[in-house]
């Protein structure tokens, strides 16, 4: 970044503490991670997260169906060169002067954000996945161009990464969700571990629900496993901040096991403390695959 295009972030200063401040407020854990990345790229990230931040408050809290519709025909303005006049799209048009950003996975966070509207339990695995890619692993993939110049060798990894994330929200926010009407938890999977909605209902983490929980839970686990391959072509600069969001987010659920797999009743967090600790685990991490090339 060079010349004009970086100066417009001293410009609209104003727009990204705005971006800043939804972050901050929402998620303590993306928040911890990203504050790592040199600045500009922090602030990108900042104003893509209140982008996804928005659509995902307009359903969930709101059930706003035509607040979605606005948003997406701001994102077709957006793309038309109209930018919004409201501090997320005028953050966003820096970011998309600055870097070589792709439309394509905020249209499909959109779509992510619609199944939600005429919400149905998954099916099955496959169902879950689908899913976890609209709401998630698009996106890990507005991201990539902020992180790396080879973002088309390591879309698979970056959409897994969002994936495991994904996942790791459903398994925490059980409770919460079975409050909401919505069930994440595949029907067949359900089936298959004999869970049935009474169980759910009754708030109690029975051994079958816990066996259930660990099979996703190990799927999970092995999406971040899997991202961490995109690591040797993630920029210098942005190693430590995506491998911390992946280390903090991926403690969650031992946060869980910890507290006896009660996702029904309690919010499981992770004190700063601890993130300080996988920051540090973190450092010593990559300062292992650099050297090394080898992955855990």
């Not at 200063?13 to 800043?20: G, N, V």
């Amino acid at each position: 970044m060079t010349g004009d295009n970086e100066r417009l972030f001293e410009v609209y200063q104003a727009d990204f503490t705005y971006c800043e401040a939804v972050i901050k407020q929402h998620s303590k854990s993306f928040y911890t991670a990203f504050s790592q990345l040199p600045k500009r790229k922090a602030q990108s990230v900042y104003a893509i997260y209140a982008f996804c931040r928005q659509a995902d408050d307009l359903i969930d809290l709101e059930g706003n169906v035509e607040g979605l519709d606005q948003l997406e025909q701001q994102l077709t303005d957006f793309e038309a060169g109209k930018v919004p006049n409201t501090p997320i799209w005028r953050a966003l048009a820096v970011v998309f002067a600055n870097f070589p950003m792709d439309l394509a996975p905020f249209y499909d966070m959109l779509n992510g954000q619609r199944k939600d509207i005429s919400f149905t339990q998954p099916k099955d695995m496959k169902a879950l996945e689908d899913y976890c890619y609209y709401v998630a692993g698009s996106v890990g993939l507005m991201l990539l161009p902020l992180l790396t110049d080879q973002a088309t060798k390591i879309a698979e990894p970056a959409k897994k990464l969002g994936e495991a994330m994904q996942l790791t929200n459903i398994l925490r926010d059980v409770g919460e969700d079975y409050q909401m009407g919505r069930v994440y938890l595949p029907k067949e999977e359900m089936e298959k571990f004999q869970v049935t909605e009474e169980m759910l209902k009754n708030k109690t983490a029975t051994p079958a629900f816990i066996a259930l929980w660990e099979s996703l839970a190990v799927q999970a686990e092995e999406r971040y496993r899997q991202s961490f391959e995109m690591l040797p072509l993630i920029h210098k600069d942005c190693q430590l901040a995506l491998t911390a969001a992946a280390f903090i987010y991926r403690e969650q659920l031992e946060a869980i096991r910890k507290n006896h797999y009660q996702v029904f009743t309690r919010k499981n967090k992770i004190s700063h403390f601890r993130k300080l600790q996988l920051l540090r685990e973190v450092t010593s991490y990559l300062e292992k695959i650099n050297r090394t090339s080898s992955f855990i």
